[in-house]
């Protein structure tokens, strides 16, 4: 499985940004899958998740209320649309399953917010 996070890039904090991950073969779009950051020197963690259905999803508590991720299971891709920025977001953002699969790491899609 080849997987490719795009949408990051360098924002003001209070700004807005969508991620896009897009996975080939159809194990994203039977498997729940999330978001997923790791800032320098920090341990990576789970931003969000959202079943194969689509219908449950879950977030890092201090993204809540700020992050919105969704997934489109015909195109397997999965997005993740982050409003109200914080420097504190600032971080290379991963897709994979959930939990993950080491095989499906890809290079990541760095989010920088300034402040």
């Known amino acids: 499985v080849h997987v490719v996070e795009s949408g990051g890039g360098l924002v003001q904090a209070g700004g807005s940004l969508r991620l896009t991950c897009t996975a080939s073969g159809n194990d994203f779009s039977i498997n729940a899958v999330g978001w997923y950051r790791q800032a320098p020197g920090k341990q990576r963690e789970t931003v969000a998740s959202?079943?194969?259905?689509?219908?449950?999803?879950g977030y890092l508590d201090s993204v809540k209320g700020r992050f919105t991720i969704s997934r489109d299971n015909a195109k397997n891709t999965i997005y993740l649309q982050m409003n109200s920025l914080k420097p504190e977001d600032t971080a290379v953002y991963y897709c994979?399953?959930?939990?993950?699969?080491?095989?499906?790491w890809g290079q990541g899609t760095q989010v920088s917010v300034s402040s």
């Open positions: 959202i079943a194969r259905s689509g219908t449950r999803t």
């Open positions: 994979n399953t959930v939990p993950y699969d080491r095989r499906y």
